[in-house]
C-alpha cells in the first residue's frame, strides 16, 4: 500500500480503539474505502467510512518535506423520515469523532509520527442525499501531518 492508504488505514483502525475506550455512542464497523459508497441499499444500518482524499507536500528544508494527508471520514444512513430525532444521533457521531481525533497522533500508523493538525466537517449534512436518497451523510476532514526525508 501507499503511504496515503497507509494512513487512512491508520484512521479506521484509531476508529476501533476508540470503539474500545466508548469514545463513541454508537457502535458501528468503520471500513477503508477508495470511493464513498453512495447506494441506498448499503447503508440501511449506520456505515462509517474512511476515504483518502488528498495529499500536499510542503519543503521544510532541502533535506525535509512536511506531508499533508486528507482522509474524509464519512458517517452515513438511510433515515424513514425528516423528523431531527432520526438523524441526530448521527450528527452527534459526527461530533465525537471530531473530538477524538483533534490534538491527537494517530496511534496505529508506526512507520513514524503522524500527527492530526486539523479536524473540520466542511458540510453539516448533503441535502442532496437526503433529498434523492433518503440518506444522512456527513463528514469530518482529517488533515494528518508527516515528517520524511526530502527525495
Not at 79 to 92: C, G, S
Request: charged content about 25%.
Amino acid at each position: 500500500m501507499g503511504q496515503l492508504a497507509d494512513i487512512t488505514e491508520a484512521v479506521k483502525d484509531d476508529l476501533i480503539l476508540g470503539l474500545a475506550e466508548d469514545a463513541f455512542t454508537l457502535t458501528f464497523v468503520p471500513i477503508r474505502l477508495w470511493r464513498p459508497l453512495s447506494d441506498p441499499e448499503q447503508l440501511q444500518k449506520l456505515t462509517v467510512s474512511c476515504v483518502p482524499a488528498a495529499l500536499a507536500t510542503e519543503a521544510l528544508s532541502r533535506s525535509e518535506d512536511l506531508i499533508h494527508y486528507s482522509v474524509h471520514v464519512l458517517v452515513q444512513c438511510r433515515i424513514n423520515d425528516e423528523k431531527n430525532l432520526t438523524a441526530d444521533p448521527y450528527d452527534t457521531l459526527a461530533d465525537e469523532i471530531m473530538d477524538f481525533f483533534r490534538l491527537r497522533s494517530l496511534e496505529s500508523y508506526t512507520t513514524c509520527n503522524a500527527g492530526v493538525e486539523s479536524v473540520q466537517r466542511p458540510v453539516a449534512v448533503s441535502y442532496d442525499h437526503l433529498d434523492q436518497f433518503r440518506v444522512f451523510t456527513t463528514y469530518v476532514e482529517l488533515t494528518i501531518a508527516v515528517g520524511r526525508a526530502a527525495s
